[in-house]
């Protein structure tokens, strides 16, 4: 490119909607003509393909000149694979393909999940099956092992095999889609879809869940969206209503520096020098307003875009010179999204940047002056040093000037003394307002010069380059003048911080795994309430060894109740020597932060957790780096950003909002769970009801291996008579989904698991061996003449009081359920006509027929429903406590 510079977007890969800056190989950039590139002979060194995307070290060589050229590559070198160039056009070499990727090398394989509630059921048929074996077995030895006794016993395995629930699987299957349609019909949270239809129940057990930072935004809980807020310059401080009087100041210097420039040559320069080594005078409010502004224009690393207009592309130059500073079509760039903001905000007081490239940059007055400065030097920002600086040479008075950019811990020691800086930046972050302290350093020409002499001395050198650079700029860093803080917001998503509150009321533990840098992580992490206003937070210092991870793993074991912030490479040497420690001490935690994570660590947190607490979880996110940790999850959930669809292509269920998974958690999971729990109970109730009768009958009969019901009377138990009313419970609900969402409470019972668990279970087997043997007894005993009658009495007895059990279980009634139970019983009247072979007609319309039947259903049930009412005044679920 022209420049030697471009732009990516890297919102497919990474959900961050800020372009990143790209640098060429400088020696190529002195060729004289494209095609030149490819006559050269020079090689690239590139390391071995690795996980990390934070780094790349490399090398260019170039041979056909005298002395070979060698130039080292980094990581801004280098362009990204699924990622597009937004500006400019770029000659490239490519390094690494397919499999070597670091975006391949950092995805996983995706593997079938099931859901716990499966897992549950899967056990209790397992339990069932020893049952149905060992009943066949005591029925054999009953009989006294006479004759062929292993063909009875195959026979007994096979009369009694209803205790095996096998509609169970195809009715949960069914009850599953039922969900899933649900979901995607709910009014309140439009757009959401169901993408896997196995495990909707998972949304009702969920104990971590492990967020994105832009899990909260149109990133997962942020927006991405930048906002400044606050100037502070020591002794006064402006917000968002009065920004119009720095608008006043600034239009006062400037009306003077002119008036001042056109007396002033550009010689003249020394009374400046003068001044800034004599004792400091106080300032008046109006010039320190100006330098702040200007100090925070000059020094980043944003560039303005100018969007070309359609049809002016035949005049070519004058389209040039018409387009270039029109505002309307200008966009800034930049790596990050609060240097645009800052930027947006200078702009919107009258210092406005109007162009920008490698060498130098030019900003538009109030007064419509323009400004241009020479950039002789930039310091890029770096996650270790925390600041960011730019040398620049005003054109007009040939004054060099140092800017200086950071975080307030990096920039407390290199400005001079104050007694204000440390409060202020305590204050804004209590706002949740990312700070950043602004300073410069008036230098000679002499002493750049030498600067810059060390300094192209240091980047030359082979070792230790990045310490020896790194010692010369901290030459300069000495004694700055602190200008200003600055503070800018960054915008949640809606409703974020009501929804993490009722998550977090819901007893779910939330994690925050982010790329981004600790400070914007803590940031984040306190405006979004992820930690809530009182509370500690411990952030756990960089460790490099076993020794320094045991020291802070110790220091943090100490403290109570507060929440963790730590970054992934102290996280993967402490999982290295002390894994089940770190684990069992964050999870106590109301709230841990993971910041610098790469999308391969995301994914084995979220393995730890589900290894170490045997909890579930749920991964949330929104961009492609969190696809592994969506697939490794219990349960992933994709936000659909402006970022792209990798993400909510790869969940299960795929949202536009963060603030819809309260709701899909509260309402849905958790009736998907109650729902499930119940329809599976009362199949294998169905099933073992019918054994149970089967049983007695072989008892009563000298243990004969003889079927009671035959042929269609079986299938039709199964299947016409209550298939209906019992898939209904599908509809059921416990809690009004108002009442579930704003008590979120209620969630806290179903992580226990108790609505599906052995004891339920046992109390369903209970149920049905007391009605079973009921039912059968009853008709022996109240059968008279014919053996036609019992099947008769106790076959009607059953459906009957299956029908009623499914009144018995329902919490909520539902149209659907009434008109469900009053078909299956239309269906079985019918049919009665029919089996002739089974019923005797004449015997069935009898009243004798019908007093018995009643009597037996109602010795059946009432116990039951007595004991049922008993329960509910005596020890009422938490629920039910609301709804009255």
Not at 78 to 105: P, Q
Not at 478 to 501: F, H, I, K, W, Y
Not at 630 to 659: V, Y
Request: proline share 4%; with cysteine.
């Amino acid at each position: 490119s022209t420049k030697g510079s471009c732009f990516i977007r890297t919102d497919q890969l990474d959900g961050e909607t800020d372009w990143k800056l790209k640098v060429a190989v400088s020696c190529t950039q002195r060729l004289p003509a494209l095609g030149d590139l490819f006559s050269i002979s020079a090689y690239v060194y590139a390391q071995k393909p690795q996980l990390d995307i934070h780094s790349f070290e490399g090398t260019f060589t170039r041979e056909d000149c005298d002395p070979p050229v060698h130039e080292s590559l980094s990581i801004e070198n280098t362009l990204w694979a699924s990622t597009i160039v937004a500006s400019g056009t770029v000659i490239g070499v490519v390094i690494y393909t397919g499999k070597e990727t670091r975006s391949v090398m950092n995805t996983s394989n995706p593997k079938n999940k099931v859901g716990l509630l499966d897992l549950e059921l899967n056990h209790l048929t397992k339990a069932l099956f020893v049952a149905l074996v060992a009943l066949s077995v005591v029925m054999v030895t009953l009989q006294g092992f006479v004759g062929p006794w292993y063909r009875n016993l195959f026979r007994f395995l096979l009369l009694f095999s209803y205790i095996i629930p096998i509609s169970l699987r195809v009715n949960l299957d069914m009850g599953k889609a039922a969900y899933g349609w649900m979901i995607m019909k709910d009014e309140s949270i439009p757009g959401t879809v169901v993408r896997t239809s196995t495990i909707p129940e998972e949304l009702g057990r969920l104990v971590y869940l492990l967020t994105d930072k832009t899990g909260t935004a149109p990133g997962t809980l942020t927006q991405n969206e930048m906002v400044f807020k606050r100037l502070h310059l020591g002794t006064v401080s402006y917000g968002a209503d009065t920004m119009d009087e720095i608008q006043t100041h600034l239009r006062n210097p400037y009306s003077q520096m002119q008036s001042q420039a056109s007396g002033n040559t550009p010689g003249s320069t020394p009374p400046r020098k003068a001044q800034s080594s004599a004792p400091k005078v106080r300032k008046s409010v109006s010039i320190r307003v100006h330098e702040a502004v200007k100090a925070i224009a000059l020094c980043h690393n944003v560039t303005p875009v100018y969007e070309p207009r359609a049809g002016v592309t035949g005049e070519a130059e004058y389209a040039e010179a018409d387009q270039d500073f029109s505002d309307g079509n200008r966009t800034y760039q930049a790596a990050s999204p609060d240097e645009v903001a800052l930027v947006q905000w200078t702009e919107s007081v009258g210092l406005t940047l109007v162009s920008r490239d490698l060498a130098s940059m030019q900003l538009r007055t109030p007064g419509g002056q323009i400004l241009t400065y020479c950039i002789l030097q930039m310091f890029p920002f770096t996650s270790e040093s925390k600041r960011m600086g730019v040398i620049v040479r005003d054109e007009s008075t040939a004054e060099i000037t140092f800017y200086m950019k950071g975080a307030d811990v990096a920039m407390s020691s290199i400005v001079q003394y104050n007694d204000w800086l440390e409060e202020e930046c305590g204050n804004m972050a209590r706002e949740g307002l990312r700070t950043l302290v602004v300073a410069k350093r008036a230098l000679t020409e002499e002493q750049y010069q030498d600067f810059e002499s060390r300094y192209s001395q240091a980047k030359l050198s082979i070792h230790d380059r990045a310490l020896k650079v790194a010692a010369v700029v901290e030459s300069l860093e000495r004694e700055m003048e602190l200008l200003c803080l600055t503070g800018v917001e960054d915008q949640l998503q809606a409703d974020v911080r009501p929804t993490l509150e009722m998550l977090r009321n819901a007893g779910i533990k939330i994690w925050m795994l982010t790329g981004d840098k600790l400070e914007t992580a803590t940031c984040i992490a306190k405006s979004s309430h992820l930690v809530s206003r009182t509370q500690d937070i411990h952030i756990f210092r960089p460790v490099t060894n076993r020794g320094e991870a045991h020291l802070e793993l110790n220091a943090f074991r100490r403290k109570h109740d507060c929440a963790l912030v730590i970054s992934g490479d102290s996280l993967e040497v402490c999982l290295k020597y002390y894994e089940h420690e770190l684990v069992e001490l964050a999870c106590q935690c109301p709230a841990v932060v993971c910041c610098r994570c790469s999308p391969t660590q995301k994914a084995h947190i979220v393995k730890l957790l589900q290894q170490h607490t045997g909890r579930r979880t749920c991964a949330i996110g929104d961009g492609g780096n969190d696809v592994s940790m969506i697939q490794a999850a219990d349960c992933g959930i994709g936000i659909e950003g402006k970022e792209g669809r990798q993400a909510s292509l790869a969940a299960d269920f795929s949202i536009t909002q963060f603030k819809h998974i309260g709701r899909l958690l509260m309402v849905h999971g958790r009736s998907s769970y109650k729902r499930s729990a119940a329809l599976g109970q009362f199949v294998m109730h169905r099933g073992l009801i019918i054994s149970t009768m089967q049983a007695v009958f072989s008892s009563v009969f000298y243990f004969a291996s003889v079927p009671l019901y035959q042929g269609f009377l079986m299938v039709g138990y199964a299947t016409l008579y209550t298939m209906f009313p019992v898939f209904s419970l599908v509809l059921d609900q416990d809690v009004k989904p108002e009442m579930a969402m704003l008590y979120p409470e209620l969630y806290k019972d179903l992580t226990k698991g108790r609505s599906l668990s052995f004891k339920t279970f046992l109390v369903w087997v209970v149920i049905s061996i007391y009605q079973g043997g009921i039912l059968m007894y009853g008709a022996l005993l109240l059968f008279e003449s014919e053996f036609v009658h019992v099947v008769a009495i106790s076959f009607t007895a059953l459906i009957l009081t299956e029908l009623l059990m499914v009144a018995l279980t329902v919490r909520t009634w539902h149209w659907l359920m009434a008109v469900a139970e009053v078909l299956s019983l239309g269906c079985y009247v019918a049919s009665l006509a029919f089996l002739n072979e089974y019923f005797d007609v004449a015997f069935i319309t009898t009243v004798t027929f019908v007093w018995k039947v009643s009597a037996i259903t109602v010795v059946s049930c009432l116990p039951l429903y007595v004991l049922k009412y008993l329960k509910r005044k005596l020890s009422p679920p938490s629920y039910s406590k609301l709804t009255s």
